[in-house]
């Protein structure tokens, strides 16, 4: 597919369309030609200011993009925001009848009060309540990005206002050029731009611009430097393979979480090295490839919708322009079955896709209820919540399965956090699952700060948070006395928004040395005093979820549930990590023994179930070797932390061959009653009626998502043009095992100042 045809599609199905109707998606454009790089770049920025959107070109010869901090600040760098924010304040007059010149310049509290008759002090009560109930009561965005908003909004009425510390020093923040979190204090703005907030002040960004009645955000990123391609300056950034693996992470997590999204197209341009650079293209990373790959394709003609395009300069145009942009600009399209079937192309199951589709799941589920009453009751009964390991191949379901039981969880008020294993995510790491699962956790009928919000529901009067309080304080226990010191402050100055969201982020993960706590203690005059032990990194974050879990109960949840995804990763780690990681395995589904916190679940109300492929056990085990050689290298050593690794290494072995759980795989009536659903679901996302497809007969796959795949591209492509004929041809993703080096991951190294003790 040629560029301008391409383009045409993107401006008339998502730019015209789905996307400014609030929806979102992330598209790989792959080019053969540095030219044609620029000119889908320009082309796509070009199209998307046309459409009102709000336009963001990164390269990533000038930005590490596989930062997503340092994204979101260049994101900051390209942006207007005394423009938007005075764009807002116009809406806000206008949607209240209130006059208001077009020219910023003209405006200030006194020359407004003047032109709306009324006097300064009303007017003033006036926006702040307009900006109350429009900004700081929508949830949608992140309290930080709500706070810093408003701030701007209101620096637009006061023009020596403009140009106010506190004006620079919110700019500076979100372009991540702040040295001192102090100038913010007074706006209870406390923490930087993260990695650990980014996403979702990218998140928070692309609403608050539809807000302003915008159409969305187009963020195009070129990664062509990921491949060598550098450029002419001097000062071009390159990447080794380890940031390359971090960036594919990222970008993997834009597309699982884009459903969460609004009004965001993220279009990624890679050179055609991207598919066959064995070393830094998508063969390294294959979380990504599987939810881009076009494995299930037509024979002759690309589906200008996939999640991957691969752009030519082919004489003759694929599709005709005329009937193209006619069935494409569709006004009949409806954007949640739109999200349904963006999520089924790439393979990934957003919840809208798993309530339409349901989930044939019995055995599953059932196990899954039981474990939710086992993990509820497991504080007052003392027993352990057992979990779950369910295994099935690739595309069989088991990210649609665990979409479902998330949805379960919640429903049964339980935290729930999805975690995918990945580089940046290692099973073995008990710092980094902590991290990645106080990130990921969803509140039932709450969006933002999980942790933060848990703690603003403590009732500190109630019985669940006596029994929490004393457990916590308890004289031996299970947990370092940080925890209790740390709840104690909490408690005593909740009122100060600054030492309550230090004593959060340090239940997060965050520092928070002895010395300040102490520091903190003697400020409210605390007479209780407080032992801390010197405690590892690991054991830190293994306290932690205990605390955090317990916590969340004491807030009135039924517990925390962590849904681990793509733990088949494990097969390529090092020797040592795989063992590690056997062992971690053990932990979660409550089998570990000869170990501090043996068992997370016991009288907690946390569990987890874990996805593995179904082929793990004979590649891994088996042909590998680890069931024998792993446990044999270790006790070579004589080291008795290997002995007793050994031992737990062999115990969460033994669970892969004896307890995991099969997927029920694509049976005749199942695959029927998906196809029609299916094909309602693409009728009503595109206003029209889906002709009847023979894919089912032809493809005889034992992968629902492969059936799945085949309709969709099959109906895009007759969309298009009724008198097609359709060819669906399959080609395989294997699992790839090998070990590779560059999934070793050292950020827990980074982490372990945070988590000993520190004076």
């Known amino acids: 597919m040629s560029p301008q045809e391409w383009l045409k599609v993107l401006k008339a199905a998502y730019l015209q369309g789905f996307i400014r109707r609030g929806g979102s998606s992330v598209k790989f454009v792959v080019v053969e030609e540095a030219e044609d790089t620029k000119a889908v770049v320009s082309g796509v920025g070009a199209l998307a200011r046309e459409e009102d959107f709000v336009t963001i070109e990164a390269d990533s010869r000038t930005t590490k993009v596989q930062l997503i901090d340092l994204l979101f600040q260049e994101i900051a760098k390209q942006v207007d925001w005394d423009a938007l924010a005075f764009v807002c304040i116009q809406k806000l007059f206008r949607e209240n009848d209130r006059k208001i010149p077009d020219e910023r310049e003209a405006c200030s509290w006194g020359f407004l009060a003047s032109l709306n008759n009324c006097d300064e002090a009303t007017l003033q009560r006036d926006v702040n309540s307009w900006l109350e109930r429009s900004l700081f009561q929508d949830f949608e965005m992140s309290r930080e990005f709500r706070l810093a908003m408003i701030q701007l909004c209101l620096s637009q009425l006061d023009p020596s206002g403009r140009q106010s510390k506190e004006v620079s020093a919110i700019q500076a923040w979100l372009r991540g050029e702040l040295k001192q979190m102090a100038a913010l204090k007074k706006l209870l703005i406390f923490q930087k731009v993260t990695r650990s907030n980014a996403r979702d002040l990218i998140a928070s960004f692309a609403h608050w611009v539809r807000l302003l009645g ?57 050179p055609k090295a991207f598919l066959t650079d064995q070393r830094l293209g998508l063969n390294r990373y294959e979380a990504l490839k599987l939810r881009i790959w076009d494995d299930v394709r037509d024979k002759t003609r690309p589906n200008p919708f996939a999640p991957m395009i691969r752009i030519t300069e082919q004489a003759e145009p694929f599709f005709e322009e005329s009937r193209l942009l006619t069935r494409v600009g569709s006004r009949k399209d409806d954007v949640q079955h739109q999200r349904v079937i963006e999520s089924l192309r790439a393979g990934v199951p957003s919840p809208g896709a798993v309530k339409a589709l349901g989930c044939p799941q019995p055995t599953v589920k059932s196990k899954f209820q039981q474990m939710l009453e086992d993990a509820q009751a497991s504080i007052h009964k003392g027993w352990t919540t057992k979990g779950l390991l369910i295994e099935g191949g690739f595309g069989t379901g088991k990210s649609h399965l665990l979409e479902s039981l998330r949805h379960t969880a919640l429903e049964s008020r339980f935290v729930c956090s999805k975690v995918v294993i990945s580089k940046e995510t290692p099973l073995y790491s008990p710092t980094l699952m902590f991290r990645a699962a106080v990130g990921a956790a969803d509140i039932p009928q709450k969006r933002g700060d999980a942790l933060a919000e848990v703690a603003a529901d403590l009732n500190f009067k109630s019985p669940q948070y006596a029994e929490f309080y004393e457990w916590v304080h308890r004289q031996g226990g299970e947990i370092d006395g940080r925890f209790a010191a740390t709840l104690f402050l909490y408690e005593r100055m909740v009122n100060d928004p600054e030492l309550s969201h230090r004593m959060i982020r340090f239940w997060a993960g965050d520092p928070l040395t002895d010395a300040e706590i102490k520091r903190y203690l003697k400020s409210c005059d605390a007479n209780a005093s407080y032992r801390f032990e010197r405690v590892s990194p690991m054991e830190m974050a293994l306290q932690r979820f205990k605390f955090v879990s317990r916590l969340m109960i004491a807030a009135g949840y039924s517990g925390w549930i962590l849904l681990i995804d793509e733990a088949e990763i494990v097969g390529r780690y090092s020797f040592k990590q795989r063992a590690q990681s056997y062992a971690e395995l053990a932990r979660w589904l409550g089998r570990l023994e000869a170990s501090s916190f043996a068992d997370l679940g016991y009288k907690s109300g946390l569990a987890a179930v874990m996805a593995l492929t179904d082929d793990f056990q004979s590649a891994i085990l088996e042909e590998k070797g680890d069931r024998e050689k792993v446990p044999e290298k270790l006790r070579e050593t004589g080291s008795e932390t290997d002995l007793v690794l050994a031992r737990q290494a062999e115990q969460g072995m033994r669970l892969i061959e004896c307890e995991r759980i099969p997927l029920v795989g694509p049976y005749d009536q199942l695959i029927e009653d998906i196809y029609h659903k299916i094909r309602g679901i693409h009728g009503a996302a595109y206003g029209w009626d889906p002709p009847q497809v023979p894919t089912i007969e032809r493809l005889s796959s034992t992968r629902m998502r492969e059936y799945v795949k085949g309709w969709i591209t099959e109906w895009d492509l007759k969309r298009l043009d009724p008198n097609q004929k359709v060819e669906i041809e399959l080609t395989e993703i294997k699992q790839d095992y090998s070990e590779d080096i560059e999934l070793e991951n050292s950020q827990e190294e980074v982490l372990q100042p945070a988590l000993t003790e520190s004076s």
Do not use: N
């Open 214 to 270: 915008k159409s969305g955000v187009v963020l195009t990123i070129d990664i062509s430097a990921f491949m060598g391609k550098k450029g002419t300056d001097p000062k071009s950034l390159s990447y080794s393979p380890s940031a390359v693996m971090d960036a594919y992470e990222m970008l993997r997590q834009f597309i699982d979480g884009s459903d969460d999204m609004e009004g965001l197209l993220l279009v990624v341009v890679t």
